[in-house]
């Protein structure tokens, strides 16, 4: 706010010269606006963003890796999901909450929240089965839960650019790879864009907006625009370094002592699936 | 001691969640404002202690069990306002998920269990500390203490079963609920607890202190490092002892099944009749009724279940800690 009073002279040969409205007094109030739109918007994506840079620098386990927790996490899968007994399952639970025992409550939350949600959401989906088969309805959110934990504890405990890395070790197709490997990249590089583009809308909002969804609009535009630069770079990029979309693991295996123990475990998943199952 | 649904009225299980309810509310309020934050996951610690000790059935003459309960010892290395939460939501997961305790009945269960015992417990132990400060006599009130502590509940338990029949009956003069009066109901619970539980927690609370001094001072005295790998190992020993409990094979007093009560001769004579809310009152099917899985054997049935309860309630102290943890942050 401006205000000039004319006290003396000298001042009052100032005043002469300038525009009367700029003697006036400015009392122009900025409307409330509500926004809460913005600033929750900026702390999902910032959220999100910080799981994933978290993600990025979790500690790689020495004993245990990303190969082999991969290979086991897809057969605890299979045979979750063909397994028609409840002591497989209940087995696997019991390791699944001892496994958990053993993380901070934020991790166990973090693997929680989505299996729950997952298990929940299956739950509601068969409640209908519930009225002609009492017995074993809640089987197959059971099964949910535990693959969901499975994956989200996977995806928890081994940073993205090693679950590349094994899968390009198991032959998984270089395309596939490069596809998961580029969309968890874009996904913080644009996530940091759409950032860096709210704080900026934030800052510059005064008084009411009255077209929210628009501005939203003009945020996802405008990523969306810099993802085909950023696209185009990165193209670029990997025909400067002879990039082909092939991804060459170079595996020398010696025999180690882990490797043992990794077998040891599958064999005692296998016979623990096929023995309560009933095919042993 | 866990009674059953259908054994208490309705209405008497309404008076003691009407107790129950502002006892946990303080209880919660003290832990958050006197328990140190780093000690929240223990909680969790001593509810899966409890838990598992709740699972070794102890044979007593005459076909029934018991068990200890672990009450004094949780309330001396915590506090007894976490005891009370602890042995509460190890009770919780008991009734939900091993059918262990009724459902409508869980508020009276947490006042025996998880109220008197644990409070009585723990102010004896404190009493006689404060009398005899050595460390012969700490373990005095260790062994006083946890043992009136059970006591104590299992009196309470007794009452409540026996004012059923004083209060609730049909036109043939057949109880509703519990059938046997006071008169059976005190002689027959306070025989088995103090005579074989009471023993059993004493060792068990005192056996347990010691060991959690020795390794890992931390968790009784603030200010010292706390260890848990050697709590976890115990921990393990317990689980994989755990179906030592298979071996008693009766069941606990005033625990039976709507089949078992008519054969039950705790009068004397054969009771004859099915309390009738007993036989058709409210029913719940518990994930894993007593501890047991259908179509394995009963030890690793019993195993098990005592990995799950237990990981889940360290899990559950875990989660809270960290939610606190969060809280504070923001």
Redesign the interface.
Known sequence: MIQIKPSDDHSGKLLTNMPAWLGDNDDYQPVNDNENFLSKTILSVITKLTALRENSTAHTDVFFTASFKIFLTILLILFISLSH???FL??V??GF??Y??S????T??RI?KPAAFAALFSLLIILPAALFERSSFFLLPFKVFLTTGAVTALALSTPFYSITKALGGLHIPGLFIMILDLTVKYIVLLGHTAQELLTALHLRSVGKNHQKYQSLGNILGMTFIKSQEYALATHDAMLCRCFTGEYHISQQHHMEIRYIVYVMIIIILSSIYFF?EGYL | MHIPDNYLSPSTCGVFTAIMIPIWYYSIKKVKEELPKNKLPLIGVGAAFSFLLMMFNLPIPGGTTAHAVGGTLVAILLGPYAACIAISVALLIQAVIFGDGGIISFAVNCFNMAFLLPFSGYYIFRLIKNILPTSLGEKTAIVIGSYIGINIAAFAAAVEFGIQPLLFTDAAGHALYCPYPISVAVPAMMLAHLLVAGVAEAIFTLAIYEFIVKVSPGIIHNGQKIKTNPVFVLMIVLVIASPLGLLADGTAWGEWGADEIAGDTSLGTVLGYIPDKIANGFNYHALLPDYTMTGMPDIIGYILSAVIGTAALIIIFKLIGSHNDTNKAV
């Open positions: 007994q409840l002591l209940s087995i639970l019991s909450l001892i958990l025992c993380l901070t409550g934020c166990i939350l929680l309560t």
